[in-house]
């Protein structure tokens, strides 16, 4: 694995948790009873943005160091995801 490779890698992982942490305990304007003029009700009634970002970067790197474990030690090869045997393998089938 590439240094480019494991950054995107890190990248994707980090944006799919963080699209995922981003509404756990959200408390919503509407919940709070003050709903600021100009803002839909659903907006957050805090700003949480830092801390969820924070909770992402923890949890993005411990599942980013499994996925890059998994590759790199050669457990799941690409040849192991080839389910319409389009690729040509080494091995004997």
């Given at each position: 694995?590439?240094?480019?490779?494991?950054?995107?890698?890190?990248?994707?992982?980090?944006?799919?948790?963080?699209?995922?942490?981003?509404?756990?305990?959200?408390?919503a304007?509407?919940?709070?009873?003050?709903?600021?003029?100009?803002?839909?009700?659903?907006?957050?009634?805090?700003?949480?943005?830092?801390?969820?970002?924070?909770?992402?970067?923890?949890?993005?790197?411990?599942?980013w160091?499994?996925?890059?474990?998994?590759?790199?030690?050669?457990?799941?090869?690409?040849?192991?995801?080839?389910?319409?045997?389009?690729?040509?393998?080494?091995?004997?089938?």
């Amino acid at each position: 694995m590439t240094i480019t490779a494991a950054l995107v890698l890190y990248s994707v992982t980090w944006f799919m948790v963080f699209f995922i942490v981003l509404p756990l305990r959200l408390t919503a304007q509407s919940d709070t009873g003050t709903v600021v003029r100009g803002t839909p009700r659903g907006a957050p009634a805090e700003e949480i943005v830092g801390r969820k970002a924070k909770l992402t970067t923890l949890i993005a790197t411990v599942i980013w160091m499994a996925i890059c474990g998994i590759i790199l030690s050669g457990w799941i090869t690409i040849e192991d995801l080839d389910w319409f045997d389009r690729m040509e393998s080494d091995r004997a089938s």
